[in-house]
Each structure stands twice: as structure tokens, then as C-alpha cells.
């Protein structure tokens, strides 16, 4: 279990019944989103029109450690506007070229050891994996914003990865897990790069969500755009390239996944939802094997 879990569960007092009660509202209140009022609407252009008002800024309100390099990584520095973020890189061993590079999305505000394990498995089987550092993390310069900026860090680091012309480089996929996967979700309406396909892991937060999140979010999260501009289903009739969203049989937003489903097909949105066993946590390791044979598919 890594460290950015368990602060999540210990530091959210309201998660679990807020999201115990959303899990119950939600399927009606996913009704009262303007779907259809957005279906003409494109997400990049109205999140790149938009600029979040932080209540609060600084950094993430999660501690963090500092982490001794493993041996197969190294450290890099990628551009994400005017921020020099940090971020891990780890090749395959025994290929002169990766298959792809897999851009993991960690878990809770700060990234941990636990977090480069659970992607280890898409190493070993010859991917290469960038670790980004978002903004406010892990002491990289810049503010908490809470699946808004990171986004941006999120896409600068897989144009860092195309300029700089690693071998696999051109070939990309994200995976995110929690609060990650939201933010790989959110970068699948956006991306317009070599992305080969995208997947999450006990995301598919409805806005509501972020009402549970009140006491360290940096935003207001009565704000209604604020908390949509960083939702992945309102906005599913922007979505062009696949996403799989891989949730844990155990967790509250199952109760969601058939309404997420007949949303998308509404919408012909390219998204597969697969239900894999466990909570928030332990579904986490099935997930990214499912993804991993999704990527084997691909030419």
C-alpha cells in the first residue's frame, strides 16, 4: 500500500461517507450535468479559456520523503510552461528499444516508492516509464491545483519525452491511478500528440466528489465549473482517443458503471469501463495487468 494512499484515507475525513452518499446520488444527479448541453462543446478549448481561482496556493498538502534514486531510473528535468518539474525514467532492460513509453500518474499529492513499484510490471515487460513530479510536489516548484495544472504538467511531460527523441518516445500511453487516473482521464480529451491509449485506475470521480475533498482542495468546490473543468464524464462527448477505466469490484463508484456506460455509448465515446476485483487499493495491480494486455494489442 503506498504512502499517498494511506494519507489520502487517513487525512479525508468526509471520503468515505461522502462518497458512500454520492455513490447513492450520483446516477441521478449525472442526469442533471448538461451532458447533451455539452455534446457541441469542445473540453480543450473551454478548459484552455478558463483559469482556476485557487483559494488557496502552494504546495501539496501532502508530505512527502526523499527518495533515494533505484538503480534502473534516472532523474530528469522536463518544461511545463514556465516550471522545471522533476521526474523518473526507467528503461527495459535487454532492448535496444522499448515498446512504448507508459506515462504513470501516481496516486495521491506526492509520489512514493510504492508508486514506482506498481508500475514496475510494464517495465518488465519491456516498456519504458516516466515517473513525472507535477507541479507542488515532492518540492517541485509551482501550485497544488488538484487535476487542473497537473494536467498540463501530465502533457508537457509526454512532449518533453517526443522532443528529446527517446527510442519508444513516439509511441506513448498514460495510466494513472486515484487521483492520477482522474488526471490521465482529463489528459485523454486533450492530447493531441502520439498517444497510443490512455487508462485509469479507481478514478471516474462525479464532481460531487470534490464537496468530500472541501478541507484540503485549493479551489471552492461549490464552484460548479471549477469541479466540472476537472471531470472526466461530463465532458465524454469530447473524448476521440480510447481510455479504459479500470474500477475495483469493491469500490463505491461501481454503483456508477452502468450509467457511465450508457453515457458513452449515448455519446460514441471510445471508453471501456472494466470492473476488476478489490478496493481502491488492491484493485490497483489487476488493473494495470488488464492495461498491459490492452497494450500488447496494439501494432
Given at each position: 500500500?503506498?504512502?499517498?494512499?494511506?494519507?489520502?484515507?487517513?487525512?479525508?475525513?468526509?471520503?468515505?461517507?461522502?462518497?458512500?452518499?454520492?455513490?447513492?446520488?450520483?446516477?441521478?444527479?449525472?442526469?442533471?450535468?448538461?451532458?447533451?448541453?455539452?455534446?457541441?462543446?469542445?473540453?480543450?478549448?473551454?478548459?484552455?479559456?478558463?483559469?482556476?481561482?485557487?483559494?488557496?496556493?502552494?504546495?501539496?498538502?501532502?508530505?512527502?520523503?526523499?527518495?533515494?534514486?533505484?538503480?534502473?531510473?534516472?532523474?530528469?528535468?522536463?518544461?511545463?510552461?514556465?516550471?522545471q518539474l522533476k521526474a523518473w525514467l526507467v528503461n527495459p532492460k535487454g532492448r535496444a528499444e522499448p515498446l512504448a513509453t507508459v506515462i504513470y500518474l501516481h496516486g495521491g499529492f506526492a509520489f512514493d516508492l510504492g508508486d514506482y513499484e506498481a508500475a514496475l510490471p510494464f517495465v518488465e515487460a519491456g516498456y519504458a516509464v516516466m515517473y513525472p513530479f507535477l507541479r507542488g510536489e515532492n518540492g517541485n516548484p509551482g501550485n497544488f491545483e488538484l487535476m487542473y495544472g497537473e494536467v498540463d504538467d501530465a502533457l508537457a511531460a509526454a512532449r518533453w519525452l517526443v522532443a528529446r527523441g527517446t527510442p519508444g518516445a513516439t509511441?506513448?500511453?498514460?495510466?494513472?491511478?486515484?487521483?492520477?487516473?482522474?488526471?490521465?482521464?482529463?489528459?485523454?480529451?486533450?492530447?493531441?500528440?502520439?498517444?497510443?491509449?490512455?487508462?485509469?485506475?479507481?478514478?471516474?470521480?462525479?464532481p460531487e466528489a470534490f464537496r468530500s475533498?472541501?478541507?484540503?482542495?485549493?479551489?471552492?468546490?461549490?464552484?460548479?465549473?471549477?469541479?466540472?473543468?476537472?471531470?472526466?464524464?461530463p465532458h465524454l462527448p469530447s473524448l476521440k482517443r480510447r481510455h479504459v477505466a479500470y474500477v475495483g469490484s469493491e469500490e463505491l463508484q461501481a454503483a456508477l458503471v452502468?450509467?457511465?456506460?450508457?453515457?458513452a455509448a449515448r455519446h460514441n465515446a471510445p471508453l471501456s469501463i472494466v470492473i476488476v476485483p478489490g478496493d481502491h487499493q488492491a484493485s490497483l495491480a489487476p488493473a494495470v495487468r488488464a492495461f498491459l494486455a490492452e497494450l500488447g494489442k496494439l501494432p
Open positions: 500500500m503506498s504512502i499517498g494512499f494511506r494519507w489520502m484515507v487517513g487525512r479525508c475525513r468526509y471520503l468515505v461517507a461522502g462518497l458512500f452518499a454520492l455513490a447513492l446520488l450520483a446516477v441521478f444527479a449525472v442526469k442533471s450535468l448538461g451532458h447533451e448541453a455539452y455534446q457541441a462543446q469542445n473540453y480543450a478549448q473551454e478548459r484552455q479559456a478558463y483559469k482556476t481561482h485557487l483559494r488557496r496556493a502552494g504546495p501539496s498538502p501532502q508530505p512527502y520523503e526523499k527518495l533515494a534514486l533505484p538503480a534502473n531510473a534516472a532523474e530528469v528535468t522536463y518544461p511545463s510552461g514556465d516550471l509511441r506513448i500511453a498514460f495510466f494513472g491511478h486515484s487521483v492520477g487516473g482522474g488526471t490521465a482521464e482529463l489528459v485523454s480529451l486533450r492530447h493531441d500528440g502520439p498517444l497510443l491509449l490512455s487508462g485509469s485506475a479507481g478514478a471516474l470521480y462525479p475533498w472541501r478541507d484540503w482542495a485549493p479551489f471552492d468546490t461549490a464552484d460548479q465549473k471549477e469541479a466540472r473543468l476537472r471531470t472526466f464524464v452502468p450509467e457511465y456506460r450508457e453515457m
